[in-house]
Structure formats: structure tokens, C-alpha cells
């Protein structure tokens, strides 16, 4: 169960919301939630994407300077042959 929050609108934007969660067959409290959780998933996965990019340019430095353990904690054949692409 989700904890409640409470939010100040001007009145015209709520009642435009209002309408909104309406056609979306929604209350105004699960309107908002969704709105939310779209805008923190979205930023989540801009983060990720930045994250992955800055990784992948830097990868042949990071290996250079600390090695590669792809697979921790495996033995040492099965993280030979394992694909690289599967970590």
C-alpha cells in the first residue's frame, strides 16, 4: 500500500486534470499517481541509458585498470566460455 501525499492545486488545473482522469477512466488521485510513476520511470530509464553509454565508452579503460571479472564467483571455466554480452 502506497502512502498518501498530499498536493495544492490552482483550481482550473484541477479541474482540467479532473477531466483528464475521467476520459482515462481514472480519479484524480490515480491520475496523478500514474502520472508521477511515468515521470520517475522515464527518468530511471534516462539515467540507465546515460549510465550504460558512459560505460560502454569507457570500458577498455576500466578493464585496463582493474581487469575483467565478468563472473565473479564462477569457476574459472565457466566464466571463460560464457559470452562476454551475457553479464
Excluded: C, H, W
Aim: net charge negative.
Amino acid at each position: 500500500m502506497g502512502k498518501q501525499t498530499n498536493i495544492r492545486l490552482d483550481e482550473d488545473v484541477k479541474a482540467a486534470a479532473e477531466v483528464r482522469a475521467k476520459r482515462r477512466g481514472l480519479s484524480l488521485q490515480g491520475y496523478v499517481a500514474d502520472l508521477i510513476e511515468q515521470d520517475v520511470n522515464e527518468s530511471r530509464a534516462a539515467f540507465m541509458a546515460g549510465a550504460t553509454a558512459f560505460l560502454a565508452s569507457y570500458a577498455e579503460e576500466f578493464e585496463a585498470e582493474f581487469g575483467e571479472d565478468r563472473y565473479p564467483g564462477l569457476p574459472e571455466g565457466l566464466a571463460q566460455t560464457a559470452p562476454k554480452d551475457a553479464a
